[in-house]
């Protein structure tokens, strides 16, 4: 018997089991992020799956393997919620009660989501961790069946599917990026693209396989390295926030994984803008953190075929709004704009005229004169307002204060 966690023989034997249930999703070529990235860019559109990430197939292929007896008692799993809703879809079709324990960070969609799927949630703690030990009460009082998220072979072999469909549809691809969590998605991709066959004894493939991690939570790379550091924070890359990776994981790593990259929070957020704006792919910050890791590190990726693992779609509409206005705020096409007046009758009125003669959009205005250090006679405007760029913001406020008010920046992105 091979001594990997999960062979390639598993893998294919998934990938047979799970074809009519999971969709066989695309690996586009994207034209625009290619001119974007230097390099020639494919997109595995995980989005596309019912759940909208990659952990329909791993959930799948597990529960297909239940017993009638394990069926009987139920499965448990602790998620912040791309696990949850695949295990909750796929669980109700075939009639298995999913309980499934959500920390209270979790994105309101995803929570929602799992319920219309029909899982029954519980919610307790702030990060996967602390959803633990009430996953254990549950599954010594009910006898359900935990399924790990990343630390079950059989999950494992259902997410490195992904690395099969990826070899049928591009040659030899020089780099193949995926998000790390736990481990469980790029153990699987490796082991399909690098690992060895028990039957033909051949290996596959020059492809490099590289991992990405948000900055706050590096507990793959630690571990690799034999690091304790603590990890923790909130980060929009949710979906990939574990502080405790999957031990076998971490040994499929260090045999196949190249390199590790690590992203701020500011790298993952122009990701997620970037695969939205050219590449038109709405992915969540953990989805898009393979496309943040081309733009934060783009020499290591300069002239070569990548294949991006775009594992899920399922951001919080408010998360991406907020997102979006930063975005632009940091572009220079959202100005934060401060402007002390006298307080007199038009005064308002000239000011916005020249905000409109200078082709800005007043978005919000407040008027303030009672809690402000002004003079009594004097009012401050507190003004949002939508601009070309950081050449148009510095041009309004020299045309304001050629008209004798005091303007400045309220609020600049570094």
């Known amino acids: 018997?091979?001594?990997?966690?999960?062979?390639?023989?598993?893998?294919?034997?998934?990938?047979?089991?799970?074809?009519?249930?999971?969709?066989?999703?695309?690996?586009?070529?994207?034209?625009?992020?290619?001119?974007?990235?230097?390099?020639?860019?494919?997109?595995?559109?995980?989005?596309?799956?019912?759940?909208?990430?990659?952990?329909?197939?791993?959930?799948?292929?597990?529960?297909?393997?239940?017993?009638?007896?394990?069926?009987?008692?139920?499965?448990?799993?602790?998620?912040?919620?791309?696990?949850?809703?695949?295990?909750?879809?796929?669980?109700?079709?075939?009639?298995?009660?999913?309980?499934?324990?959500?920390?209270?960070?979790?994105?309101?969609?995803?929570?929602?989501?799992?319920?219309?799927?029909?899982?029954?949630?519980?919610?307790?703690?702030?990060?996967?961790?602390?959803?633990?030990?009430?996953?254990?009460?549950?599954?010594?009082?009910?006898?359900?069946?935990?399924?790990?998220?990343?630390?079950?072979?059989?999950?494992?072999?259902?997410?490195?599917?992904?690395?099969?469909?990826?070899?049928?549809?591009?040659?030899?691809?020089?780099?193949?990026?995926?998000?790390?969590?736990?481990?469980?998605?790029?153990?699987?991709?490796?082991?399909?693209?690098?690992?060895?066959?028990?039957?033909?004894?051949?290996?596959?493939?020059?492809?490099?396989?590289?991992?990405?991690?948000?900055?706050?939570?590096?507990?793959?790379?630690?571990?690799?390295?034999?690091?304790?550091?603590?990890?923790?924070?909130q980060t929009l890359a949710e979906g990939i926030a574990v502080k405790q990776p999957g031990e076998r994981n971490a040994e499929a790593v260090k045999k196949w994984v190249a390199d590790i990259l690590l992203l701020s929070e500011a790298a993952l957020e122009t990701g997620v803008v970037a695969l939205l704006e050219h590449g038109r792919v709405l992915a969540e910050g953990s989805g898009a953190a393979p496309l943040a890791a081309m733009l934060a590190y783009p020499e290591r990726f300069k002239g070569k075929k990548v294949v991006l693992v775009i594992c899920g779609a399922n951001i919080d509409t408010r998360l991406l709004a907020s997102i979006l206005t930063r975005t632009m705020a940091r572009h220079g096409s959202l100005a934060h704009i401060g402007v002390s007046i006298s307080d007199q009758p038009g005064v308002l009125a000239q000011v916005a005229g020249i905000f409109g003669e200078g082709g800005a959009n007043i978005v919000e205005v407040s008027h303030r004169r009672m809690f402000e250090a002004c003079a009594a006679k004097e009012a401050e405007l507190d003004i949002v307002v939508e601009t070309k760029n950081e050449e148009h913001i510095q041009e309004l406020l020299a045309t304001i204060r050629a008209q004798g008010f005091r303007a400045s920046r309220l609020h600049k992105f570094d």
């Open 1 to 233: 018997m091979p001594d990997d966690f999960v062979t390639l023989d598993d893998i294919h034997a998934a990938h047979a089991r799970i074809k009519t249930g999971v969709v066989r999703t695309p690996c586009l070529r994207s034209a625009a992020l290619s001119a974007l990235c230097n390099a020639e860019v494919y997109l595995k559109l995980e989005t596309f799956q019912r759940s909208g990430s990659f952990k329909d197939r791993g959930a799948l292929n597990r529960l297909l393997q239940m017993t009638e007896e394990e069926r009987s008692r139920g499965v448990v799993a602790v998620s912040a919620g791309n696990h949850a809703q695949a295990l909750a879809y796929h669980a109700s079709r075939l009639g298995i009660e999913a309980t499934l324990v959500m920390p209270t960070t979790a994105p309101y969609a995803k929570v929602s989501r799992t319920k219309a799927f029909g899982g029954k949630v519980v919610q307790c703690g702030e990060t996967l961790d602390d959803g633990m030990k009430t996953m254990r009460e549950i599954q010594q009082e009910r006898g359900a069946l935990f399924v790990s998220p990343y630390d079950d072979a059989m999950v494992v072999a259902g997410q490195g599917t992904i690395g099969i469909e990826i070899a049928q549809d591009i040659d030899d691809p020089d780099m193949v990026v995926v998000p790390i969590g736990g481990g469980g998605i790029i153990t699987g991709i490796a082991t399909a693209l690098k690992g060895q066959n028990t039957n033909t004894n051949t290996k596959t493939t020059k492809t490099e396989i590289l991992g990405v991690e948000a900055a706050m939570y590096p507990s793959m790379y630690n571990l690799v390295r034999g690091k304790k550091v603590q990890v923790g924070g």
